[in-house]
């Protein structure tokens, strides 16, 4: 209205609301997972005021690296390899783009943990995120078929809950400089004999739902220069 209040119907359904910030903006950023979605905590029913603060920066000079298939299980030495090879190495590539003034970003591309060792070995997306707790640069997160609950078989949505509430929605788009980033969820979890304290056999489909793809064409609609660079994420 007049004042700038807005109103958006919703039925809730994904128990969250997200925004797509534009060019030369950034968010809040916590354990290294930009802030640019908010839980919802009531029935649709209730309204609920969710704000987003967005901070100007200039990022049309910027350097994007894609991290992929890092699972991390605590095992094998893995954690120590991790720190002392990737973490060491991305840290001092981001620290050499810093000082030529360029921003830095980053996008995961799925399978940050591995689901065999969730249980046995008590290592989940949580402990992953912790192990990344140093970095300065954002990093923006995808979901893989290794990042599902293996003790909820049949269920997708239930399987990626873990995952929502630690990395945020599992499709967004942002924009950063003058290039329109998306990140999609193509896999479907099925994960045949999945109970609480059993674990599946944690197979799953590549698709991308319907509901993601009538959303990615209202996201495509808002990009008015149609000479826009896109780049999408996925596993």
């Known amino acids: 209205d007049a004042n700038g209040i807005y109103y958006l ?17 950034e968010v809040k950023v916590e354990n290294t997972i930009p802030q640019f979605y908010k839980n919802l905590n009531f029935l649709s029913a209730r309204a609920e005021i969710k704000d987003f603060e967005l901070i100007p920066v200039n990022n049309n000079n910027h350097i994007v690296a894609f991290f992929a298939d890092t699972h991390l299980a605590n095992r094998n ?10 973490i060491k190495d991305i840290n001092e590539t981001y620290q050499g783009y810093k000082a ?11 399978d940050q943990s591995w689901d065999a ?3 046995d070995n008590n290592f989940k997306l949580k402990e992953y995120v912790a192990q990344l707790k140093d970095l300065e640069f954002p990093i923006y997160n995808t ?6 609950d293996p003790y909820v078989g049949g269920n997708d949505w239930l399987a990626a809950a873990n995952y929502r509430s630690v990395m945020g929605p599992t499709y967004y788009s942002v924009n950063i400089g003058k290039v329109h980033y998306i990140v999609l969820d193509n896999v479907e979890y099925t994960n045949n004999g999945g109970s609480n304290g059993i674990m ?5 489909n590549n698709i991308i739902t ?18 826009t660079a896109i780049a999408i994420a996925m596993h």
Do not use: C
């Not at 030495?77 to 990737?86: A, H, M, N, P």
């Not at 030529?100 to 799925?110: M, P, V």
């Not at 979901?143 to 599902?148: A, P, S």
């Open 77 to 86: 030495d893995d954690l120590k390899q991790f720190q002392e090879g990737f």
């Open 9 to 25: 119907p919703s039925s809730k359904k994904n128990g969250y609301v997200f925004i797509s910030f534009p060019s030369n903006y």
């Open 210 to 227: 319907t509901a993601q793809i009538d959303w990615l064409k209202k996201d495509l609609a808002y990009i008015a220069d149609k000479n």
């Open 200 to 204: 599946g056999d944690r197979e799953y």
């Open 143 to 148: 979901i893989g078929n290794h990042d599902y």
């Open 100 to 110: 030529q003034n360029k921003k830095f970003y980053a996008f995961t591309l799925g």
């Open 117 to 119: 060792y969730w249980y």
